[in-house]
């Protein structure tokens, strides 16, 4: 990245027999659930015309890896925290939008995500005894919404609507599993 050379890596993409060879430009690297990730700007040829496009590459799914001798210039206004500052983790390319969540965590939920943000936006709105509301200007990606999911009875979406449903439907689905006969 410092010294501004394209990457060519084999990269083993889930749900793929073969292992497709690409050509990046390494802007920075991401560190999410103690997996590394490197964020690559690639650029294809669409119609005869070249489409940049980045990509988000976990490390541990590169095969192989070598320096090429082609140069790239990474913009002197390119900030990777400006980059990923209204994401989550990992997932950026989903084309969902930023917006104001509100969360309520109850007991020592509250406290952990009082005394380590879930991210950079985190606001305190209301404390009790019993739960703490939390707001954010977030995009909902998957990542995200599986966090909200895997925290079950201990978080609570109050806003948007559509995401207290989702994670609502999520827990319901995941009941009805348990329940006898759910293998369906």
């Not at 040829?45 to 140069?71: I, M, N």
Request: net charge positive; proline share 4%; charged share 30%.
């Amino acid at each position: 990245m410092r010294k501004g050379v394209k990457l060519e890596m084999g990269y083993n993409k889930y749900g793929l027999d073969t292992t497709p060879v690409v050509v990046i430009e390494p802007y920075c690297l991401k560190m999410f659930r103690s997996r590394w990730y490197v964020l690559g700007l690639l650029r294809r040829e669409v119609h005869d015309r070249v489409v940049p496009s980045f990509s988000l590459f976990a490390l541990d799914k590169v095969k192989w890896l070598r320096l090429t001798d082609a140069k790239f210039a990474l913009p002197k206004d390119f900030c990777a925290k400006a980059y990923f500052a209204d994401y989550f983790g990992a997932v950026v390319f989903d084309g969902t939008k930023p917006e104001h969540v509100v969360l309520r965590a109850y007991g020592r939920e509250a406290q952990d995500i009082d005394g380590h943000a879930l991210h950079g936006s985190q606001e305190k709105l209301h404390e009790t005894e019993g739960y703490t509301d939390f707001k954010y200007y977030i995009c909902p990606t998957t990542d995200f919404r599986d966090y909200l999911i895997g925290r079950g009875r201990r978080l609570k979406v109050l806003s948007p609507k559509w995401l207290a449903d989702e994670v609502r439907y999520s827990h319901q689905e995941a009941a009805n599993a348990y329940e006898e006969g759910g293998d369906n």
